[in-house]
């Protein structure tokens, strides 16, 4: 009596194809992730109407308070501030928050975790581990607790700016804080390309699922793999000196040019003297907090 619908075969030829259908997902959600930064970015928002010049010296000003800060009754108001400030530029507010803390609490606590037991007395109980005790300190603790929502804070901060920002315009905006033309011109390059080698990818692995009738064997996957990145790095190095050729026929000496030409309103220097004192305004209220 047969009591699965599904045969062995077809499961393992199922399995088979798991890990393509995993990379074509994962590329394509990539790009729909991109497209909707960009769509946020151009909402008629708080945020996307300020210029970028202002809004980066903003946001660079806050994160550098938001790092000095050791309080939480600091870090919570400040945080309830940039939820506002997400509220008035229309960004949606799940995506934010899940965007923010379904990683930052992680990575974060790996990095903070022995300080959790090495910090010292008082503890808040105590492990017993043979002859010795591993304590979790009250100190360690709270001063683990206040790492982590300051990364949060300053990832909040960044992926904010982000959204609301046009990739193009950020990196104008760059020139303003005299970042190097060579570090502007190496962010959009691959910024730009980048989305072009996700397409190509996406298209091989979609092929490579069309033509796919039958279970593959190991070393034949291993095989597909490591020749179609061979070919992808060969296609990067390729395009690469093509580009390069094009714009030195065109005549590109290194200095990056723009269409775009912005103009700071009395609105844009209320909103950067205003962050400016917020910054200045938590980093004050730190030392007595």
Same mark, same amino acid.
């Given at each position: ?7 062995? &075969?077809? #499961? #393992? %030829? ?49 994160? =550098? ?8 009754? @600091? ?14 530029? +229309? =960004?949606?507010? !799940? ?12 990575? *974060?606590? @790996? ?24 304590g979790v300190s ?25 959204? &609301? ?15 190097? +033309?060579v570090f502007i011109?190496?962010?959009?390059? &691959? ?9 190509? *990818? ?6 490579? #699922? ?10 034949? +996957? ?27 026929a065109r005549g590109?000496?290194? %200095? ?11 609105? !844009? ?21």
């Amino acid at each position: 009596m047969n009591r699965s619908n599904t045969s062995p &075969t077809k #499961k #393992k %030829e199922k399995e088979s194809l798991g890990w393509i259908e995993h990379t074509i997902a994962g590329i394509a959600g990539s790009i729909e992730r991109a497209i909707f930064t960009e769509e946020n970015a151009r909402k008629p928002g708080w945020l996307q109407g300020v210029d970028p010049r202002a809004k980066l010296g903003m946001f660079l000003a806050v994160i =550098l308070a938001a790092s000095l800060s050791r309080s939480l009754v @600091i870090l919570i108001p400040l945080y309830v501030v940039i939820l506002g400030v997400a509220y008035a530029s +229309q =960004l949606p507010f !799940d995506f934010f928050v899940k965007r923010v803390w379904l990683g930052i609490p992680f990575f *974060a606590g @790996i990095v903070i975790i022995p300080s959790i037991f090495i910090a010292g007395a008082p503890y808040l109980f105590q492990i017993p581990l043979g002859p010795l005790h591993l304590g979790v300190s009250i100190p360690g603790l709270s001063s683990a607790v206040v790492f982590v929502a300051r990364v949060g804070v300053c990832v909040s901060l960044a992926v904010l700016l982000v959204l &609301t920002t046009p990739w193009a315009d950020l990196l104008k905006s760059l020139q303003a804080v005299y970042v190097p +033309q060579v570090f502007i011109l190496l962010l959009s390059m &691959t910024y730009r390309y980048i989305f072009l080698f996700l397409h190509i *990818a996406n298209g091989m692995f979609e092929a490579r #699922k069309s033509r796919t009738v039958g279970r593959t064997q190991g070393n034949e +996957q291993r095989r597909w793999i490591s020749g179609s990145m061979g070919y992808l790095m060969n296609r990067s190095f390729k395009m690469s000196n093509d580009v390069y050729a094009a714009m030195s026929a065109r005549g590109f000496s290194g %200095e990056i040019r723009s269409y775009s030409a912005y103009h700071m309103t009395m609105t !844009d220097w209320v909103a950067l003297v205003g962050a400016i004192g917020v910054a200045v305004a938590t980093v004050v209220a730190g030392r007595y907090i």
